[in-house]
């Protein structure tokens, strides 16, 4: 089956390492927040201009003036800070962030990203992601393998304009768990009751898929 978008956050999750600096984009990336592995310090970066967020509150924790990105209430973590959205983004565009995850509409072979217009569409726009695709030091992109009419997006090239250019280096979604680099898709890890053949045919870029696919655990 699919994984669900709490399973995806999930999976994201153990991509965190002690002491890194992570960005979360909107959408799926921002529940992230909620499952930060134990044993771990991490501060999550808002670029609305928040350091240390923490997980989504509780009805008795919420606060109204205090959200994310997205515009979700949020809480903090020990230790954070709140300033102005100029400082937030120097911090990334300084290269201050060591891992940001974001959505997309599509990614393509060589790790480029469309992730802000759709023509003809109302889309709320760029936000930062331009600014993190060009400052972060890592980043992970997590959508679903295929858009709603069942086409790949996971594509040879992008076919929307595009956020940033060779900057992907680890997709995850809703089927798959893969690296891009040499100009491919390499499957890692597929999603529990995915079969390889199923993320074949629906990816449409290069696809290199070796001997051992093993299922994602949770």
């Known amino acids: ?17 002690d002491g890194y600096y992570v960005n979360l984009g909107i959408g799926i990336p921002t529940l992230v927040a909620n499952y ?4 771990i310090a991490v501060m999550l970066q808002s670029e609305n201009g928040l350091l240390g967020m923490g ?11 205090l959200i994310n990105a997205g515009k979700e ?38 790790g480029n990203i469309a992730s ?6 109302l889309i709320k726009g760029m936000g930062g992601a331009m600014d993190l695709v060009a400052g972060a ?3 992970i992109c997590t959508m679903t393998h295929a858009n709603k009419t069942g086409e ?5 090239e992008c076919t929307l304009p595009l956020t940033g250019v060779g900057c992907i280096n680890k997709v995850l979604t809703d089927l798959a768990w893969l690296e891009i680099k040499e100009g491919a898709f390499h499957l890692l890890e ?25 299922e994602m655990t949770f």
Do not use: Y
Not at 152 to 156: E, Q
Not at 197 to 212: M, Q, S, Y
């Open 1 to 17: 089956m699919a994984l669900t978008r709490e399973q995806m956050a999930k999976r994201v999750a153990r991509e965190l390492q």
């Open 36 to 39: 930060v592995p134990d044993g």
């Open 55 to 65: 997980p989504f509150p509780s009805a008795q924790e919420m606060d109204a003036d």
């Open 73 to 110: 209430t949020v809480t903090c973590i020990s230790g954070a800070a709140i300033f102005d959205s100029a400082q937030s983004f120097a911090m990334i565009r300084g290269g201050h962030v060591d891992l940001t995850v974001l959505g997309a509409f599509e990614v393509d072979q060589h």
């Open 116 to 121: 802000w217009m759709i023509p003809k569409k």
């Open 137 to 139: 030091k890592n980043i």
């Open 152 to 156: 790949s997006k996971l594509l040879s």
């Open 190 to 214: 597929r999603a529990p009751g995915v079969s390889v053949d199923e993320i074949i045919t629906r990816t449409a870029g290069k696809l290199v898929v070796p001997d051992d696919v093993p």
